[in-house]
């Protein structure tokens, strides 16, 4: 069986840990037909449908459905469009599902003619637009990784992008990043550099476990924590706590024979998780899915098992916050 299909994910079968938890899911992707995945509206809506309480969910840029004609650097528009129109035909087709609130899209932020494309996105955005990606992950081996980020070194530290990021807070938009575990030190200068913005760090800064990483987890663990607990003394910096399940973390869950269990991700991820809660504090974490990336591990459901396991020790409050508070405070939901 094929990790990622529904056939090896159903292998995997548990029942849902307390159903009536309010969730709201911060970070998917969608793709039209043809795209990088097999990930519309009817792919989300059985997800979020499949057993836990999604309310509601922010779709996160991937590069899909750009504009193949006119200004380069007003392409990434067309990703704009196509979720605006995928969240109306997901109302319109499934009432009773969880909308898509939110959209961060995507910007060059060295752009000299950034403001023109933060309008256009809004424009096309259907008043979901609320902030931009523009990934700094540069991938030192991109040959070992499924997914290497393909940043230039040393974006963060770019006076034109830091400029890019101090407008996206004047705008009142969020930035999201994604970077790897060793540019750590790089995003805790851009976020004291630009600290009117808020800066949403994504997949826990993506600690490596493949190619030259490999077999060396605890030492990056170590590297990882430092630089975890260096960021959360930046009070613009939230944290997305999730995305650790992807192929590139080397957890080795997408070559086995059948899909983790909650128990399994919790076992193996349970640190990465309790630091980043105690470094930020839970009114500055959200959980995300990061679907459908980490499918090639593990299905939707059971993934948000493991998370309620991970958050049991919380207060009712801290879980709140975790599961849907900061997610709609820092997004404007």
């Known amino acids: 069986m094929q990790p990622g299909s529904d056939e090896w994910l159903a292998q995997v079968d548990e029942a849902i840990i307390d159903p009536d938890r309010l969730i709201v899911d911060p970070h998917h992707h969608l793709w039209p037909p043809g795209g990088a995945l097999p990930y519309g509206v009817d792919q989300l809506v059985a ?15 991937c590069g899909a459905g750009y504009r193949s004609g006119g200004a380069p650097h007003l392409a990434p528009v067309g990703e704009t469009e196509f979720v605006a129109a995928s969240a109306a035909d ?14 961060v899209a995507h910007a060059d932020l060295t752009h000299g003619a950034l403001a023109e494309v933060l309008d ?9 637009f609320r902030g931009i990606r523009h990934a700094t992950a540069h991938a030192v081996e991109p040959a070992a990784l499924r997914i290497p980020g393909r940043a230039p070194e040393g974006l963060a530290i770019d006076p034109a992008f830091r400029n890019g990021v101090d407008l996206l807070g004047a705008r009142g938009l969020t930035y999201d990043t994604w970077q790897y575990h060793y540019q ?6 851009l976020a004291r550099a630009c600290p009117e913005t808020v800066i949403v760090l994504d ?6 476990g493949v190619g030259r990483f490999a077999g060396r987890r605890q030492e990056i663990f170590e590297e990882w924590r430092r630089g975890i607990t260096e ?25 086995a024979d059948s899909p983790a269990t909650s128990d399994q991700l919790v076992d193996a991820q349970r640190p990465y998780y309790l630091h980043t809660i105690e470094a930020f504090g839970p009114s500055r974490c959200m959980f995300e899915s990061n ?14 098992n493991a998370f309620k396991k ?14 849907s508070g900061t997610a709609q405070r820092v997004y404007r939901l």
């Open 231 to 255: 960021l959360a003394r930046c009070p613009n910096v939230v944290a997305k706590i999730g995305g650790l399940a992807m192929p590139d973390n080397g957890f080795g869950w997408d070559t």
């Open 203 to 208: 997949h826990f800064s993506t600690p490596v």
């Open 90 to 103: 997901l109302l319109e087709r499934h009432p009773d599902a969880a909308p898509i609130v939110g959209i």
């Open 47 to 61: 997800d979020t449908g499949s057993g836990h309480r999604i309310v509601a969910t922010v779709f996160m840029e």
């Open 291 to 304: 679907f459908p990336v980490d499918r090639f591990s593990i299905s939707y459901p059971v993934l948000w």
């Open 120 to 128: 256009a996105h809004e424009a096309a955005g259907s008043g979901l």
């Open 184 to 189: 750590l030190p790089d995003l805790v200068g």
């Open 310 to 323: 991970i958050a049991a020790e919380f207060s009712e409050d801290e879980q709140e916050a975790m599961f």
